[in-house]
């Protein structure tokens, strides 16, 4: 078994409606198979994908298990995200991904401003996440945490962190979901949000994990395997080790989960493609089963 004991902290990376799914059916294994409630842990950290699966765990909405049916929650999330929106992501996300390897926190600051003004706002409406995530279901209370990219200055913003500007959950959630070219930026406090992955697909160094801390990591952009964009796969796992290595100089105790050869096949090159679904929670059910 991966753990002995519930994870501390869940940090849930970016992924599309595959990476959802993914993360969705590993997480509802190791509670299986360990016998713990990851609703509990202290943290909850989510980028993209992986902040709309963190918040369904702040809201007390159950993971689903195979052959179950989609929450409430999950299937509204779903439903807003159109089918293109993965190779609009995968493609601007790559050369920015190497960039951030390479680039220190002010440097890499400057090369996102700089590339996101190059890039037109206009698109559709943003996500509204109001209904699946009303307030009087989910609040930040200190423990949710979603990473957003602030568009004219470059810089990661943490909603839910001590410091960060004041949102609701639902607006955290469509600016943490706000892909550039696909949806518009999402305006609170007067600054320009867009989707968190562009930092980082996991952002685990924005875990608050102090010594002896369990933190367990799910990056479904980095996985060995699969068919998609291999430059953004590898960026992705290069800085999800780096920043694993953050923490561990924190004294944390980390765990990284990445999809295995069998779920790399199905979530396929495409991961907002909504078909496959099933299978591919199937497949990360396994893998927490077995981890």
Not at 145 to 165: E, H, K
Not at 194 to 206: E, K, L, R, Y
Not at 239 to 266: C, F, H, N, W, Y
């Amino acid at each position: 078994m991966l753990f002995k004991w519930r994870p501390d902290i869940l940090v849930l990376g970016g992924g599309g409606r595959q990476g959802d799914a993914w993360m969705t059916g590993v997480l509802a294994g190791l509670e299986d198979a360990n016998g713990f409630d990851l609703q509990g842990c202290e943290y909850l950290v989510g980028t993209s994908a992986g902040a709309i699966v963190a918040a369904r765990l702040a809201a007390g909405a159950p993971l689903r298990r195979p052959g179950g049916e989609l929450h409430d929650v999950s299937a509204k999330a779903d439903q807003a995200l159109p089918d293109w929106a993965g190779r609009s992501l995968l493609a601007l996300a790559s050369p920015l991904a190497s960039v951030a390897l390479r680039a220190g926190a002010l440097p890499g600051q400057v090369v996102r401003a700089g590339a996101l003004r190059l890039l037109p706002a206009s698109a559709s409406e943003p996500i509204d996440f109001r209904d699946s995530f009303p307030p009087q279901r989910v609040r930040f209370d200190g423990r949710l945490r979603l990473a957003a990219l602030d568009r004219g200055s470059g810089r990661r913003v943490v909603f839910g962190s001590p410091g960060a500007p004041h949102a609701s959950v639902a607006e955290a959630l469509a600016a943490s979901c706000a892909v550039p070219l696909v949806f518009a930026p999402v305006v609170i406090g007067g600054r320009e949000y867009v989707d968190g992955a562009i930092w980082s697909p996991t952002n685990a160094d924005a875990a608050p994990a102090a010594r002896d801390a369990q933190v367990l990591v799910l990056a479904p952009m980095a996985s060995l395997y699969g068919g998609f964009a291999p430059p953004v796969r590898a960026a992705a796992r290069a800085l999800m080790l780096v920043e694993a290595s953050a923490l561990k100089a924190r004294g944390a105790q980390v765990r990284l989960i990445t999809p295995d050869r069998s779920a790399a096949v199905l979530i396929g090159r495409d991961l907002m493609e909504h078909s496959g679904l099933d299978a591919t929670l199937a497949a990360g059910y396994a893998q927490g089963v077995g981890a």
